[in-house]
């Protein structure tokens, strides 16, 4: 059962290309924040370095700028007839990496094999894969360990390396942090992308050129024929930055700038809701929590403790005032791409102190407690500020809070080492479906799963639910068994949702190209008017 | 400024020559009497803060997020509420934030120069007046001290308190760090100032005198030569105010400061700084010139200071 | 003399391991490096992994002796943990920018400090002067990150006159990437400069005042003028250059200082330089770079000290007597 994939992103592409006429050479200056961490495709799991990976290098299935898979160097896909633990990829024939070589079945193999070795960090996302073989030149199979039906959603930031490159310059295996000496992958690449690499400098600047030879000529706009790319740290530098005409686009307009950025003259802003929700998590699980003044018990433990912080939270205050209004207020801890997402989980109850503070009262809690929060400081858009505000609607209702805003650094590893019993979090879902958040913000925490999981929510059966949406192939099942998890985590108010982020990009007015939903631009799909 | 033979109104003697003096010059020096009655407006209204305001902007239950941005002067759009300066990202009153965020400035930087004074004065002290390897060795460490710019050793200080408390009193001690922090890399130049001051009198004879007579080496530093110290250090003193004014604006724009539920200046200026693109300007120009006049009128007044205790440039 | 020196570099180089082992050691507290090195998804085994690659695990003692004996033994300041790359080249990619920057930084300090302080002392009581003086002190009352902002807005954003961040276009000669030759490095350069070298421009600029004014009270001039000389004369042949010792030594020390409190212009500015690795390196807890940084800034003051008091020991006879004489001023 090879299926045939729509086409349809492309064709509309190729569209829009004849009236287009390419204008000679177009450079592009492109900034964000933060700088990619490595060019090795494998070393690290993290978006920006995808972000200028995806430039490079390309993967099976790709994300359009829709984020919805198309076909990149696989062309079609699907399940094997009469093994529904393998998958059949056809690859693209006639791909040439930037320096020369035949992309075939053996990179194929040989980019999977790295990407799954110990110093990979994509190889979470490989896990249920037991073997990758080349059928001939230009098909693939992967055997996993069980039907995985979600499995080409795992694929699309698994990039594709040259074997003979990585072997003649002796990267078969990701950069680990201890080698000694950085390895040749670090600072150099050889994709298939449309662009090429030509400088870098970490957190300096990075330049890629136009790939000549790109198969996807003719396919995508390629109007961009130079890519400047400079992390600039400091938000009101950034904005500086674009607004004097240094840069043609950024990636993260703080949100009180849109404004003033929106009414410049030659710039506008984009946006598009980003696949991130942000959340509060409270120590449930715990008898007793560190950071509180309550000795004995745990005032998180009452679930009517939990209803009432939920309640006393004015999400639409948060919007209006801490946002500006670029965000979507929620009740669930998933972004509406999420398979598993419905409407009715997404709705929030409407802040009433009165009816909180009488919860409170009924859990024994009247005069309230003393409980301190942990926000980190420059991860999600205004995250501190939006904890400040959580510090005074908790405080309406008894609460003390006391806040302690810091680094990511110095954040995250309270998490995950169930330090903090209070705390701020935002959680994107890569693979569009709730099994992922199941894993890793719900199951119990085990050596494979619930390691994000700051809640301590413990519950055997959900549990045994979660494991078994990993083989479920029948789909109405699988969702059912979702939706009776989202119940449960909804009931019991295991986290605390406050919004799904909105992602801004401010860019020049003759730019014309949409915001892509998990923040990664592919500027092959750039267009100018 | 000549010292005498004997002591008890000795300091009594200077106190007056000096006063008086100073007092008279005061009283001819426009710039000295605008930046004194600054100073004491702005620090009078940081004391007196909970009783010139309506708000306590450090009470975040007391505070309501639609205030947000509100302008200067004018009502509210959701709540009505009016603020003479405007109102913060967080609904807080500028007004009340500015008066209580300069307690905290204010307080930072007294403590910090309290502290830098008396490790600086005493240092100095002993290595001038023992000498030999305890000077070396106060000195050397001096030296070292330099080595290290403020903002690196508020950051290692930092690294420190980190790592030595527990999570949970992070927020308290943060205040302690920056005092610490800013009042150890301030205690050189008072070090050095007295060390040189304590070698010349050392010589002279009225301390010779004193030992003659039996006074023991604490007393003779303490009642003879400090005061002929009092000057320059209280010159230092007015000058380090205002740099620690500054440097704890810094450390905090460098995210090692007052935590953002207590701001500091340093903090509001921090926060404000977000939104000078935005016609927000209220939230950073208010901070701004209220910090800028603060450590202004300080830097007058330590200028002043100089210029009038110097007996040279009578 | 010998023995002076000697007994100087050895003091010196005892200064510098105890920089070294506080640096080290304090950074180890900062927060978790393999937090960030791993991102958000990974599991329980994978931080054990790094953690024990990176010498985590290991005793304190036992990595600070590590990172000693690389220094010493070969040159090797370890590997960033954040790039994956020895920390002496990525220091050795980065210093350029910042020495230019604070090297032009210096010379704005230095020649508007020593003109402005020459002036104000000269005319000490004309309006101009009064007001030079005045605005230096708004200049110190600011902090510097402010002031790099505020510039920004003004002369990037609203004038559009100067850019905003980086260095512009850079020409690179053998290792050295120089912001000199190109019109656009030379515009980038001057925001940072300004916003860095405010502060020491204004503190040059009194005492070049305060010196001037002493000597100008002094007995020697006073018979100059009684004399008839110039006035001219008397101010730049005599009293100038009596101010210029105490001036110079002092902006020797500043020099540290300045690519010290390079990190504050740099995170605004976004100038590629060692300050701005250092602040990414306390991000990311890329304990390697902050260590080697601390130390190399220590190696810069520690040798315009030795310097600073060689040069007093060779010009004044008086301390011979008193070799233990502090640094410095």
Redesign the interface.
Known sequence: MLMKRPLLAVAAATALMASTALAGAETLRWARAGDSLTLDPHSQNEGPTHALSQQIYEPLISPDMEAKPIPALATEWGVKDGDPNVWVFKLREGVKFHDGADFTAEDVVFSFNRAKMESSDMKELLVSIKEVRAVDDYTVEMETDGPNPILPNNLTNLFIMDKGWAETHGVEAPAEFDTGEETYAVRNANGTGAFMLESREPDTKTVLKANPDYWGKGEFPLEVTEIIYTPIQN??TR??AL?SGEVDLIQDV?V??L??VSDADGLKVDNAPQNRTIFFGINSGDDDL??DNVDGKNPFSDVRVRKAMNMAI?RD??K???MRGQSAPTGVIIPPFVNGWTEDLDKYPKADVAAAKALMEEAGYGDGFEV?L?CP??RYIND??IC??M???M??IGI????????KA?HFP?ISGK??DFYLLGWGVPTFDSEYVFNFLVHSTTDERGSWNGSRFSNPEVDDMIKSLGSETDIEKRDDTISKIWQIVQDEQVYLPVHNQVLNWGMKDNVNFPVQPEDQPHFKFLQYN | MAPRGEDIDQMEMIKRFVGSDLVYKFNRSPVAIIALAVTVLLIGGAVLAPLVTSQNPF?????N??N??SKPMEPNQFTGDTFIFGAD???RDVYATILYGMRISLFVGFAAVLFAMVLGVSLGLLSGFIGGRT??II??I???Q????A??VA??I???A???TP??M??EIAIWVLIIAIGLSDWVQFA?VV?GATLVEKSKEYVQAARLIGRSSVVIMIRHILPNTLSPVLVIATISL?LAI?AE??LS???VGA???QPSL?TL?RIG????????WWILFFP?IT??AL??SV??LG?WLRDALNP??K | MLAFIIRRVA?SVV?LL??GL??FS?????GDPVENLLGQERTIADIERVRSQLGLDQPFPVQYFKFLKGIVVDGNFGVSYRQGRPVADIIAERAPATLELAFVSAVFALVLGISLGVYTAIRRDGWLSNAV??LS??G???????IG?LLI?VFA?ELGWLPSFGRGETVKIGGWTTGFLTASGLKALILPAITLGLYQMTLIMRLVRSEM??VL?SDYVKFADARGLPSRRIHFRHALKNTLVPVITITG?QLG?IV??A??TE?VFQWPGVGLLF?NA?QFVDIPVMATY?ML??VL??TI?LIVDLLYFSIDPRLKADG?A????
């Open positions: 938000a009101a904005v500086a607004l703080p009180q700038d404004q003033r560190a950071n004015d205050a948060i209006m005032v801490v301190t942990h400081n420059d501190e500020a400040q505000a510090v005074g609607m405080g309406q003390k809070v006391n806040l302690i805003a810091q680094t110095n309270l330090e903090t | 009470d975040p239950a007391s505070l997020l639609m947000g941005f990202d967080q609904g000077d070396i000195m050397r001096a030296d070292i330099l080595t290290f710019p903002i690196l950051l290692l930092f690294g420190i980190k790592g030595i999570p949970s992070r927020d050095r060390r205002a500054i604006a810094t724009f460098l995210g935590p953002p539920t340093g200026i700084q977000g939104f000078l693109f935005s016609g927000e701004a910090l800028l450590a202004l830097n007058l200028d040279k440039l | 003091q200064v105890v920089v506080v640096a304090l950074f180890r507290f900062v003086m005045t002190l708004v110190v009352s600011l902090p510097t990150f402010l902002i807005y954003v004014l002493e009270r020390l200082s010290a409190f990190i504050i995170t602040i306390i601390l800034i220590s003051f520690v000290n233990s502090g640094g410095g001023h």
